[in-house]
């Protein structure tokens, strides 16, 4: 592993950084993947991927404090990292690594999990846990003493229990029978009070209901049907809905428009009370933590599709809902950068930020009325496959 990037010149930066009122994100930046003109993925050798720790105190003007060398790919939704909500740990989730096969690299399941101590100067990771077969999505309850990874190729979610900078696998939990064929355990949300979680099944076209008492979370089998291929979940911070991107096409843009559920979380049980129609091909998914709105972040064909593909274009597109009561609306598009994944709200709700793989940047947007307005941007030193803070 090499050495922290500027590690003296940033532990003096990160004093400031991580003091009263610091609001950080972290970007996960995936450095062996390509995609070629017929979008197809080439994967390079493994060594160079990273994870940047940005302060977005200043709003417009946000900076990178610390990049710490860390596996991390663009495979899988983009939130398979997360900040603890008193900002003292990041928890990174690695699902693929890559070996050599023959002259080239192929992609193979990894399970690792990566605690970062963000109080140390520089940050500096504490431990490598292991969750199970692929893991992928992950969340962190608001207690901050909980948290969840979706393990998408052996259908089962595992536990980790957080007190303090300790971090501990402390079981896991079956969504499908021993040697069934994968579901493909995408992304995970907890709600507010932390007593429930959804868990979105891809190949199933499903939504899981977990129950969780402590640190006993429990499947009774229920599943809510709520589009074709759900790839990531979010809950409002109200706890009453939940949304649900539906890509459509296994993580690609086919120029057909794809759709966000909505799960009415106050029914006994919770179920798909809509369908809002968003556009082509949904991966990122965010809710404002002021609630009132969500973006669901289209990939848009912008990348990983054939350039001569007739829905190919060089701009995602953040797709706005309006979310009033239990109805929840799309107000208004918004073009960024090209294959854009991760996607974070400020913690006031204001601003957004969209981290586009192919610029190696991040689109900043201000939330004015119901559009979202670019108000500046931020480079990163490499290619943000995910994106998290300390809210969803």
Known sequence: MQKILG????????????????????????????????????????????????????????????????????????TNLAVTPDEKLAIVVNSLDVVQDGDKWKTVPDD?????????????????????????????????????????????????TISGKDVKVVGSVALAPAGAPSQQ??????????????????TANKAALL????????????????GVFPFNVQITPDGKLGLVNNNGNAGEADGQVDTVAVIDMEMNPPRVVDQVVVGDAPEGLVVSPAGGYAVSLLTNG????????????????????RIEG??????SETEVGGLAEGIVFSPDGK??????????????????GNKLVPVGSLKLPGHPASMRGNTP
């Open 7 to 78: 590690a003296a010149a940033l532990a003096a930066a990160l004093g400031l950084a991580f003091g009263a009122q610091a609001q950080i994100i972290v970007s996960g930046n995936d450095e062996k993947a390509n995609y070629n003109d017929a979008g197809q993925m080439v994967v390079g050798p493994p060594g160079k991927d990273t994870v940047s720790i940005i302060d977005i105190r200043n709003r417009t003007q946000p900076r990178i404090v610390a990049t710490l060398p860390l596996i991390n790919t663009i495979v899988g939704p983009p």
């Open 112 to 160: 690792r999990v990566f605690v970062i101590d963000l109080t140390a100067k520089p940050p500096a990771i504490i431990a490598t846990l292991h969750a199970g077969k692929q893991a992928s999505g992950m969340a962190i309850n608001r207690a901050g003493t909980l948290a969840l990874i979706a393990n998408r190729a052996d259908n089962t979610v595992s536990v980790l």
């Open 185 to 202: 355990l995408s992304a995970v949300a907890i709600t507010p009070d932390g007593k429930r979680a959804l868990v979105v099944k891809a």
């Open 211 to 226: 129950d969780i008492d402590g640190t006993t979370v429990t499947y009774k089998g229920y599943d809510m049907i709520t």
């Open 302 to 321: 912008s990348g990983n599709v054939p350039k001569s593909a007739f829905f190919h274009h060089e701009h995602s597109i953040a797709a706005l809902l």
């Open 326 to 331: 239990k109805k929840v609306r799309k107000v």
């Open 351 to 368: 601003y957004l930020y969209v981290a586009n793989f192919l610029d190696s940047d991040i689109t900043i947007l201000r939330l004015r």
